[in-house]
């Protein structure tokens, strides 16, 4: 059975978006993605398909509580836990339910394997969380530190994660007594599944934490300082180890992964280590040639831009790229000419250039050959 993605990582938003930033998300995955958009493209159809269930969860309000608390079984009816909102779910994208456990028990009962979710102790990993981090293109290219703040589930410091009010504990479940699972007979079979009481934790908590309201577990916003390593590229991953959000009943806690997002830039556009950048070039300089100065990274920099330049030519200036985070070769800068019409003549430059124009129509296969071979294909082309 193929394993369910966080519904934050599948529209790629934050856990503390907007309601207008997720449906924003949706729409532009839906437009994208949509089947009558991608006729045949079973991955398009899928992936559609994952956006719109994500969409239905993150815009209820109630369904998003219990996605945020529980993870996939706070939402999944499927998962035995009465209206898709029962605690204590596999915490991250990576949990299953349902008639997915109940084969897993009958197999573990015939191999002898014990379940990797630590069922019969009501343990379970905390979700992982999504941070997604804009920086700039220097930033990226020289390595940065960052603050950020997320709001995430910890253990409540009143009960320790227990549920229950000091001074007390929870006692054993009354209906599997304390296991976590109660075994069903369906026909020929016995099947053990989670209980549908204390939902696999075997516990029960008849006087809970007033800070809690018995979950164990509180929302919290923490700040937390980011390293980004010199090179990093559009949607890298910095993965921080421990930061998710909290397990339930002991459980570990998920991790963080913090998404690099590159924002556009004023001169430069990023292609892997290169760079790329649009060179304006006076009509004068590049029928003449000449000297200009261009931005890099480090600084300025000169170009020797020969005579009879034309638009669309491209000059490179080797190591003036970024190097990438995963590699020793520093990257080279393209530099793409476009000659500049002028603009706002006077009227001594307009007399010049039809001066110029009017020299240029004695002889003019030798100063416009592109024009002239144009011109050619074309009358080629209407049989002239």
């Given at each position: ?82 209206g898709g909102r029962g605690p204590f779910g596999p915490g991250g ?49 020289r390595g940065t530190e960052a603050k950020i703040r997320i709001p ?70 923490k700040t937390l300082s980011v390293k980004i390593p010199a090179g ?153």
């Amino acid at each position: 059975m193929a394993q369910k993605r966080d519904y934050y990582t599948v529209l790629g938003v934050n856990r503390d978006a907007s309601e207008e930033d997720i449906k924003k998300s949706y729409r532009k995955l839906a437009m994208k993605h949509h089947p009558d958009r991608n006729s045949g493209e079973k991955s398009s159809e899928d992936k559609f398909k994952e956006a719109k269930e994500a969409y239905e969860v993150l815009s209820d309000a109630r369904k998003r509580a219990a996605y945020d608390q529980f993870g996939h079984a706070g939402v999944d009816p499927s998962a035995g836990f009465g209206g898709g909102r029962g605690p204590f779910g596999p915490g991250g994208p990576e949990g299953f339910g349902g008639f997915a456990d109940a084969f897993g028990d009958i197999f573990g009962e015939i191999f002898g394997q014990q379940s990797s979710r630590g069922r019969g102790t009501g343990m379970f990993r905390g979700a992982d969380l999504r941070y997604n981090l804009e920086l700039s293109l220097e930033e990226v290219a020289r390595g940065t530190e960052a603050k950020i703040r997320i709001p995430t589930l910890e253990a409540c410091a009143t009960c320790h994660g227990s549920g229950a009010k000091p001074g007390t504990q929870p006692k054993p479940c009354t209906t599997c007594g304390g296991r976590g699972e109660v075994r069903v007979s369906q026909g020929f079979f016995s099947i053990q599944q989670t209980c549908p009481t204390c939902h696999g934790s075997g516990k029960m908590v008849t006087d809970p934490c007033a800070a809690c309201g018995g979950e164990g577990r509180t929302r919290k916003h923490k700040t937390l300082s980011v390293k980004i390593p010199a090179g990093v590229d559009h949607e890298d991953r910095i993965r921080l180890a421990g930061e998710g959000e909290a397990g339930v009943n002991g459980g570990p806690p998920g991790d963080l992964y913090v998404v690099v997002q590159l924002k556009p830039h004023a001169v430069f556009q990023r292609e892997g280590a290169d760079l790329h950048c649009e060179m304006p070039v006076g009509f004068a300089t590049a029928a003449l040639g000449g000297e200009i100065e261009i931005p890099t990274l480090d600084g300025q920099a000169k170009i020797r831009i020969p005579a009879e330049t034309q638009t669309g030519q491209v000059f490179r200036l080797r190591n003036k790229g970024i190097r990438p985070v995963r590699g020793s070769v520093t990257g080279d800068l393209y530099c793409h000419v476009a000659v500049e019409t002028p603009v706002n003549l006077t009227a001594r430059q307009k007399e010049l250039l039809r001066e110029f124009e009017a020299i240029n129509e004695k002889n003019p296969e030798s100063h416009t050959p592109r024009a002239k071979s144009f011109f050619d294909r074309v009358r080629d082309f209407f049989g002239s």
